[in-house]
């Protein structure tokens, strides 16, 4: 009995996600970079470039998504990637500025007042809060779908 080589129907998952993960870096890169050079609030210009950011994410999605598709959990991993890197680096920037203005500012108190009396309260808390609810309702439905979506 012969055993012919199987077509595989998966995609190159590397070849795929890699460059969608350095884009990404390197898009959130641009945006704390331009937060910072701005006066270190996040203002209309900085969500306007995180919108931009999140438009790529959806055409990226939209032209590669039928050989994401092709990838076990493609879809979800594709959000997960997003996910981490843009609420990392809002969050990453805003400890950075936490820890900067702490010692500016006589007490911790003072410091958690600022934080959470300025925009970064919704780019750090809320955000994470609310797209993390997301992300777990997308890998739920991934895990029941078995990995693979329609």
Do not use: C
Request: no cysteine.
């Amino acid at each position: 009995m012969t055993k012919a080589p199987q077509k595989s129907s998966s995609a190159n998952a590397r070849a795929l996600l890699l460059p969608y993960t350095l884009g990404l870096v390197v898009a959130m890169a641009v945006v704390q970079v331009v937060i910072a050079a701005t006066g270190g609030e996040v203002t209309i210009l900085a969500g306007g470039l995180t919108a931009l950011v999140a438009i790529g994410i959806a055409v990226w999605l939209w032209r590669t998504l039928r050989v994401l598709m092709r990838v076990r959990f493609g879809v979800a991993i594709a959000h997960v990637i997003a996910f981490v890197i843009v609420t990392a680096s809002f969050n990453l920037h805003a400890i950075v500025r936490v820890m900067a203005i702490g010692f500016e500012v006589d007490g911790a108190g003072d410091t958690v007042r600022n934080l959470l009396e300025s925009s970064w309260f919704g780019t750090t808390i809320v955000m994470s809060g609310l797209w993390g609810l997301g992300l777990l309702i997308h890998l739920i439905g991934s895990v029941i779908g078995h990995g693979w979506e329609d």
